[in-house]
């Protein structure tokens, strides 16, 4: 069977994830809160992903820097979304 590709919501999730410094786990936990609402098939992102993206996207995690803030920003405002007008 072929593998199924991640929805770009499910890619944005995983990108802003691991540019904020969020765990396989958090991520994880918000891509099945997202399948819940929608009742959609989950889609969790597997370990190896995770650590190509911190490789390719975020290598200031693995070096142990802390993450931007705006990436933490941009996490918060996707899973816990607020009106445009208040950005």
């Known amino acids: 069977m072929a593998r199924q590709k991640y929805t770009a919501g499910e890619r944005a999730v995983a990108v802003i994830g691991a540019l904020a410094g969020k765990t396989l786990d958090e991520i994880n936990a918000q891509l099945r809160a997202d399948r819940g609402r929608d009742g959609g098939e989950l889609k969790e992102l ?10 390719k996207y975020a290598p200031h995690i693995e070096d142990g820097s802390l993450p931007n803030p705006r990436w933490a920003r941009a996490w918060d405002h996707i899973t816990a979304p607020s009106s445009m007008g208040d950005l």
């Open 46 to 55: 597997n370990a190896e992903s995770y650590k190509m993206l911190l490789r």
